[in-house]
Nanobody, 116 residues
């Protein structure tokens, strides 16, 4: 069973930065399509950034130029710069193995709060 675990969330002032991490015990991330989603109170969960098994990346227009997704062998990261209050949300890591992309694994989420 793959269980993603997110970390790195917290309270930050507008304009600040945070780096989120997603790990999954025993998983090699080059075998997964990995995505970061977020869900703000009262809103639907939305895709923030994705990195393919081949390393190609894509980010949502709302965070383009501010957020960067990257990975190493055992973790995927979301570097968030120039944070805005509207970035406040619970951020979730989502994994899909390249051999079974219909099955998605979700983490429990990490809270990011941007406030002065």
């Amino acid at each position: 069973q793959v269980q993603p675990v997110e970390s790195g969330g917290g309270l930050v002032q507008p304009g600040g930065s945070l780096r989120l991490s997603c790990t999954a015990s025993g998983s090699i991330f080059s075998l997964y399509l990995t995505a970061w989603y977020r869900q703000a109170p009262g809103k639907q969960r939305e895709l923030v950034a994705v990195i393919g098994s081949d390393g190609t990346t894509n980010t949502a227009d709302s965070v383009k130029g501010r957020f960067t997704i990257s990975r190493d062998r055992t973790a995927v990261y979301l570097q968030m710069n120039s944070l805005k209050p509207e970035d406040t949300a619970v951020y979730y890591c989502n994994l899909r193995h390249v051999a079974a992309p219909d099955r998605a694994y979700w983490g429990q989420g990490t809270q990011v709060t941007v406030s002065s």
